[in-house]
């Protein structure tokens, strides 16, 4: 069998900047994934906000990261990934949205996120044209952006490979064999057998098979959202903005959108009740339905052309937080799975972190904080408040 410091299962949102981040540490790196490239499965789906702006302490701390590599990205390496620092805009026109997002600026402050409450006047600044009755403010966290999920992946992956990672395509794992003492002793594929000193799961949304062929039960369950996308039309909208109402339609919890760094303006709603499973087939309700909440918010989308639809799959947890760290049980696997709809935004801080972990013993954050993230807790003890 080839053998390897680590083995990385996944080249996705997770996988990618994880074997990156590994071999930056000078660590031999393996990564299989079942599909014919990166970022095949989820990553692509992405419509490629990244927003430290949440409610969770790990994820704030987490995504300020991501947010650190994305926007240094080019200056890095000398490749565009289509960062585009606009912000992160929640507009408010109802009680129940003020006091939630008032609620969370204390906690968001205290981890140094750069947040504030503004009025009507200025939301009608940062977000021209949109609706202004009823229009009450809003926050806005200006070192928010957007990346293009496909340039990011494919580049995390090249330099990757640039630090010695191995990445094999069309690799499904099929089996991971432990000897007595709970220790990963072989990854098998349907083509070869490879064995390494560490085994990280960043399987997405088959994460939870992956853990099943070690006998851990660790609640990762997919549900579908669909997105799109409009032609490019000229630059007037910095941040990506969301709105945390309900729909009138009943269908949907909320929904956001941006334009990027082409122009085209890329957008998605939450189902209301979740759509569970892993059917990425479109269908004919979204259009209608995303299509009216975007022209009540901001008229003149009335006038967009959209381009294609596509949907995607969210690797939800029970209590709406990622899975990161050490898997309880075995003494060489590690968790980056459970995203919950935020693989691509939190992918190079959880990278980053588990490769300190793996590499060091300790994450980049504080323990306190990073075992919020932790595989061993009580996953339906609390749920997220802005997920």
């Known amino acids: 069998m080839e053998t390897y410091d680590v083995i990385v299962i996944g080249a996705g949102s997770i996988g990618a900047p994880s074997a990156y981040f590994l ?3 000078g660590l031999k790196v393996l990564c299989l994934e079942q599909l014919p490239s990166s970022g095949q499965g989820q990553n692509k789906a992405a419509i490629g906000g990244v927003r430290a702006t949440h409610s969770d302490p790990a994820k704030i701390k987490i995504c300020q990261k991501s947010l650190e590599i994305f926007s240094g990205w080019k200056e890095l ?7 585009k620092k ?3 805009c929640f507009p408010v026109y109802e009680d129940r949205e003020e006091k939630i997002l008032k609620g969370l600026l204390p906690i968001q402050k205290k981890y140094n996120l750069n947040i504030d409450w503004i009025d009507d006047s200025r939301i009608k600044e940062v977000i021209p044209g949109i609706n202004p009755e009823k229009l009450r403010g809003g926050t806005l966290s200006p070192e928010d952006g957007q990346v293009s999920p496909l340039k990011a992946i494919n580049s995390f992956v090249h330099e990757a490979q640039k630090k010695g990672t191995k990445f094999l395509f069309q690799s499904k794992v099929t089996a ?23 085994v990280l799961n960043a399987a997405g949304a088959d994460a939870s098979e992956i853990c099943k062929m070690v006998g851990l039960d660790i609640p990762v369950f997919p549900d579908c959202h669909e997105a799109g996308i409009s032609a490019p039309i000229a630059p007037f909208l910095d941040p990506l903005v969301v709105d945390l109402r309900p729909g009138a339609e009943g269908k949907t919890s909320n929904f956001y959108f941006g334009q990027n760094s082409e122009g085209q303006i890329i957008f998605c709603y939450t189902p209301n009740p979740p759509i569970l499973g892993t059917n990425r087939h479109s269908t004919s309700e979204f259009m209608p339905i995303i299509a009216r909440r975007l022209v009540d918010l901001i008229p003149r989308f009335k006038n967009l052309t959209i381009r294609r639809v596509w949907r995607g799959l969210y690797p939800m947890t029970p209590d709406g937080v990622a899975i990161v ?13 459970g995203m919950c709809g935020q693989g691509f935004m939190m992918g190079p801080g959880v990278g980053a972190n588990l490769a300190s972990l793996i590499n060091q013993g300790k994450s980049l954050m504080e323990d306190e904080v990073f075992t919020l993230l932790s595989p061993s807790r009580n996953f339906y003890a609390k749920k997220e408040v802005l997920k």
């Open 86 to 88: 606009g912000g992160y």
């Open 325 to 337: 760290g050490k898997a309880p049980g075995l003494s060489n696997l590690y968790l980056g799975i």
């Open 23 to 25: 071999a930056q540490r």
């Open 176 to 198: 991971l064999k432990t000897d007595s003492q709970g220790c990963i002793v072989s990854v098998e594929t349907q083509k070869e057998k490879y064995s390494a000193g560490i």
């Open 77 to 83: 390496t000398g490749t565009d990934i289509g960062w």
